[in-house]
């Protein structure tokens, strides 16, 4: 039966391609060689052994680049003679070679995840390595989005996509055992168990990767990379490829920003994938909560009565955030099955493994999706709303078109039950062959110490999705202009949760702020009275000087000039206030400009990597128009605006002059607006809150007109 299955579907899959180019994916291209790399320590060898034989270029994209993570293979040592760590690893790379140029794309990560990631890894990254090591925090993204591609690709020869980042906390064997003393993090503490799939291709698929590279380092560091390089053999020789001569696509996800469509090939892929499915799914993955995901896999469950699916996920998720987030979100998963009445036929589960001190649940962290022998899908997209339109993602998909390709495919689904169940793939593909249940052999209890038991599902709140799983895993951006449209479209019941968050998150501002005024040490420091009592002691020259040099040192520190602006507000009075508050912002702005004159470019690209090009981009023109629309919409902190538009070499008195236009609205708005903060504080009234918020709505109002009279200019420039 599984025999006529194979030919059925693999023959279906010649004659109707499912991978078509502008619909589910960027572009079909050949692979001489494919393999499937299953664990971190696979992927680990395999990459580290095809960048010892690089020669030109190594390209890294990742969520998560880790200096100290250890590339090494099943042994948990590398044999080699270089380091382990990937930091001191790639150095010894490029002493080697000198000619190597290795650049590395690094999601510039939200807070919420500083404590699982490398502290300043522009400093790690950058100072402390040569030159041609090179770090680019990508920055690009819209509000709420996250870059969660991981990529590599070496002398665009061969390239790895998949779950994995080169990492920390990522290292396993195929074993999990809970007393593999050897997984363990930089600090020495034991983490657990991990699993996680990569898939390694060569030929036009890799060219095609390194393309793809190519265009998001130009979107994050706004440069072009080399062009493409000659074709080259770097496939490692301990690895076997299961797959050749095939044919691979690339999907993507990219969020919509601006005037620019978002990318939306990963879900449509998806969606096609289950439309062609027969007899089985099989799906490992982190995350479920895409309600649309579950309705296509639910309408084929009843379109396909023999269809099973076997999703494995973990047993639950690792943070408070994830647990509300996603843990709701994969219960309101799975309830769509009950809408269909084909729950019986999906198993969600999870995998253990025995071990001395007891069974321990194995953490899943890959993007694999196989559909009978015909599609094999390994990726960074999640089955979550947030992988379908707001973060990048990369999956490669290899598509089945002749018998050799068809049972290259089961091969792989085979050995990734045989690692969860604790059979050989030999004795799965025997299982399957008398017994074609995927689902029975998921069921089938522990073997060999190892079990995939079924995931214990979060209760769903009576109120449904909450402010949380609507900021953790949007289907769209939360950037201000998609943000407000996709409010709009909405039924009016859907309009409350933004205007709710946005009015809860002022409230826990605006209490946090009065209590630090009131209970903490700002209480006498930061108070502008006594600013301004301890400032009223001076006048004239020495209270400009005092002023100037708070800003002169505020600049070179990189401190918000906008907090500048209104302490002296604050403490000064409005118009008092707004004079030194203009000096001293024009003050501080010369000095970072000339320090830029001095040093040069590149000091600031070892400082802040290739991000600088987006400031200079925008200064590129040296006109009066380019520099204060760069100050009405700030890409970068003032500073270092300054200090770039004087390496370039914009013009003094362009410069001068773009700044002051700049910087006036916010000039003006904030020093109003200190003055009458400073009225408030001292007798408030209903009369004075009306005048500042006439004053806030006013310089916003100022502020976006400038904006569009200069946009207006530089396009009719």
């Not at 790399?37 to 052994?49: I, K, N, P, S, T």
């Not at 943070?319 to 769509?336: S, Y």
């Not at 003055?675 to 504080?681: M, N, R, Y």
Request: proline fraction near 6%; aromatic fraction near 6%; charged fraction near 20%.
């Amino acid at each position: 039966m599984a025999d006529d299955l194979r030919s059925t579907s693999c023959t279906g899959g010649a004659d109707t391609p499912l991978l078509k180019p502008g619909r589910n994916v960027w572009r079909r291209a050949r692979a001489d060689r494919a393999a499937v790399l299953v664990d971190a320590c696979a992927y680990f060898a395999a990459v580290r052994a095809a960048m010892l034989a690089a020669e030109h270029s190594i390209l890294i994209v990742g969520w998560d680049i880790d200096s100290r993570a250890r590339l090494v293979g099943e042994s948990g040592s590398a044999e080699d003679g270089l380091p382990e760590p990937l930091g001191d690893f790639l150095e010894a790379l490029v002493t080697r070679r000198p000619g190597l140029s290795i650049k590395l794309l690094l999601w510039d990560y939200a807070v919420f995840y500083s404590l699982e990631r490398e502290l300043l890894p522009g400093f790690v990254f950058g100072w402390q390595r040569p030159r041609q090591i090179e770090l680019c925090l990508a920055d690009d993204l819209p509000f709420a989005a996250a870059h969660h591609q991981k990529i590599v690709v070496i002398d665009d020869a061969i390239a790895f996509s998949g779950g994995l980042d080169l990492t920390v906390r990522r290292w396993d064997r195929p074993a999990h055992a809970p007393e593999d003393k050897l997984r363990v993090g930089p600090d020495g503490a034991p983490y657990r168990a991990f699993h996680d799939v990569q898939l390694m291709v060569d030929g036009e698929a890799a060219a095609a990767l390194a393309d793809l590279v190519r265009e998001r380092w130009r979107q994050a560091a706004c440069e072009s990379l080399p062009a493409k390089l000659p074709p080259a053999n770097r496939w490692p020789a301990a690895v076997t490829a299961e797959f050749t001569d095939v044919e691979v696509g690339i999907a993507r996800t990219e969020p919509a920003l601006g005037s620019k469509k978002g990318i939306r090939e990963v879900e449509q892929l998806f969606i096609d994938m289950f439309a062609q499915a027969e007899r089985h799914i099989y799906v490992e993955n982190q995350f479920l909560t895409s309600l649309r995901l579950a309705a296509a896999l639910g309408r084929r469950l009843v379109e396909r009565p023999a269809l099973e699916i076997l999703i494995v996920a973990p047993q639950m998720h690792q943070t408070w955030l994830e647990h509300q987030a996603m843990g709701v979100g994969r219960a309101q998963f799975m309830r769509v099955f009950d809408a269909f009445q084909v729950r019986e036929r999906v198993h969600l589960a999870y995998p253990t493994v025995a071990g001395e001190g007891g069974g321990a649940d194995v953490m899943v962290h890959s993007k694999v999706c196989i559909v009978d022998d015909r599609l094999l899908r390994v990726g960074s997209a999640n089955l979550c709303n947030r992988s379908m339109g707001t973060d990048t993602e990369c999956d490669l998909v290899i598509e089945a078109t002749d018998p050799a390709a068809a049972a290259g495919i089961l091969a792989v689904r085979d050995r990734l039950l045989a690692e969860h169940c604790g059979l050989t793939p030999a004795e799965v593909k025997a299982r399957l062959a008398e017994e074609p249940s995927i689902l029975a052999l998921a069921r089938g209890g522990e073997r060999n110490g190892r079990e995939l038991r079924p995931v214990t599902l979060e209760d769903i709140p009576a109120e449904g999705a909450g402010p949380i799983q609507a900021i953790a895993d949007p289907e769209q951006p939360l950037a201000m202009p998609e943000f407000l449209a996709a409010e709009n479209a909405a039924p009016q019941g859907e309009r409350w949760l933004p205007r709710m968050l946005a009015a809860g998150l002022g409230l826990l501002l605006l209490v946090g702020l009065v209590l630090a005024w009131r209970y903490t040490a700002l209480a006498e420091i930061a108070d502008p009275r006594v600013l301004h009592s301890w400032l009223t002691q001076f006048d004239g020259a020495a209270l400009a000087a005092i002023v100037i040099a708070g800003f002169l040192l505020g600049g070179l520190v990189a401190f918000p000039v906008t907090v500048l602006i209104a302490a002296t507000a604050l403490a000064l009075g409005s118009w008092q206030g707004l004079l030194y508050a203009t000096l001293g912002s024009m003050a501080s702005a010369l000095s970072t400009y000339v320090i830029g004159r001095v040093i040069g470019t590149q000091p600031l690209r070892d400082l802040m990597g290739p991000r600088i090009n987006r400031v200079g981009r925008s200064l590129a023109r040296q006109g009066i128009v380019a520099v204060a629309a760069v100050r009405l919409l700030p890409i970068a902190p003032f500073s270092l605006i300054n200090l770039v538009a004087g390496a370039i070499g914009v013009p003094f008195l362009y410069y001068v002059a773009g700044t002051f236009l700049g910087l006036a609205p916010g000039l003006l708005t904030m020093s109003i607006l200190g003055g009458q903060a400073l009225d408030i504080l001292s007798d408030p009234s209903l009369g004075d809150m009306a005048v500042m918020a006439a004053i806030v709505v006013g310089g916003i109002g100022l502020s976006f007109g400038l904006q569009r009279l200069l946009s207006s200019a530089r396009v009719g420039a």
